[in-house]
């Protein structure tokens, strides 16, 4: 038995290869894929060439990125980590086939897993859309954790709810991707005062108010003004309560610390490639006395794990879906494309030949 999976062998070089598919161990389950989602910053960058990982290690004990041999070398043979399997197999009570779960194992036909060592998220069988699965297991938790940091940069180890960082807050979602369009909808799930999100893009903007978000054209006018005139909390204290930045470019960071209130927090989804040079630390940052904290699904917040860790967020993810999927499913998946169509489909997106927001491949 063989499975087709996509690898990078190099900068703009994708391809489909065979690959065996692996022996069935007791314990494990074998996967069959019905929906592979596209991370198109992330997977984009190893089809750039720009990830850091292809040129330096990083250190995982000191936390630093050092010279050396390539993390990650070329070929790329693991992109991605959006998947909707289907069990076909199954050599453990614990998940029976024909079940459908949501997985992070990469752009491929097919899977051996481990369940105990790899996350298989059982999904609901009767009111979420499967093709919406490829949120649950990772990029709907990434969004979620945003949140998670914004309440912890309120209330320490004391968060109780997801909501806690953004209920009857003013926020602003820098960008209008699908990173920024589930955290605005996370946003508004969880009771924010207002949700606005920023973006260049004329379509980004109406597929974010066809979500029912309000947005703002950054080049109509300058945001920070519009939003810092209506969001007045007293003399000399205006502007958002927190700013969810998911746009990967430098300006974008910047823009997120302009909208902030004094002593506000950016809350940072995004990932900075090309450095961020135009981030200008003597200006709103120094004067505002502003906070820049990441939020990387690698960790949630200090004191909150293990109560908050990634199944919840995916429990989480799950019920944002059940209560918007059809809105997601009609706006933001932009085109669901054969899997053999895919090594096409990445180098147009990455020469950009092609825009969309949300691919999803499926065998």
Sequence with gaps: MRDTVLVVDGPGRVALVEQDAGELREGMVRVRTRYSGVSAGTELSFVKGTNPHLTVTFDPGLGLFRPGAAGTPYPVTRLGYMQVAEVVQSRTPAIAVGTLGAMTYGHRTGHVADPLTERFVPLPA????????????????????????????????????????VRGRRV??????????????????HDAASVVVVDPTPQRRQVAEALG???LD??????????????????????????????????????????LRPQGTVIDLAFYP???????????????????????????PRGLAPTWDRERLSAETIDLL??????????????????????ALFTDLAHRRRHELQVVLTP
């Design 322 to 343: 059940r209560r918007h999927g059809d809105l997601v499913r009609a706006h933001l998946i932009s085109a669901v494309v054969p899997f053999a169509d895919a090594p």
């Design 172 to 189: 602003a979602v820098v960008g209008g991707g699908v990173v920024a369009l589930l955290t605005a909808l996370f946003a508004r799930r």
């Design 218 to 259: 950054p080049t109509a006018d300058d945001p920070a003004v519009v939003l810092k005139t209506r969001w007045n909390h007293g003399v000399g204290d205006r502007g958002a309560d927190v700013v969810f930045q998911c746009r990967g470019q430098d300006h974008a960071l910047h823009l997120a610390l302009r909208l």
């Design 126 to 165: 009767d009111d979420l859309d499967p093709l919406l699965g490829v949120y649950v297991a990772h990029m709907g938790p990434i969004c979620a954790n945003g949140l998670l940091h914004a309440a912890a940069d309120l209330y320490g180890g004391g968060v109780r709810t997801l909501g806690d960082g």
């Design 274 to 300: 090309g450095g961020a040079d135009a981030v200008r630390l003597g200006e709103e940052f120094h004067h505002n006395g502003l906070t820049v904290r990441c939020a990387q699904i690698g960790r949630v």
């Design 213 to 215: 978000l309000e947005t």
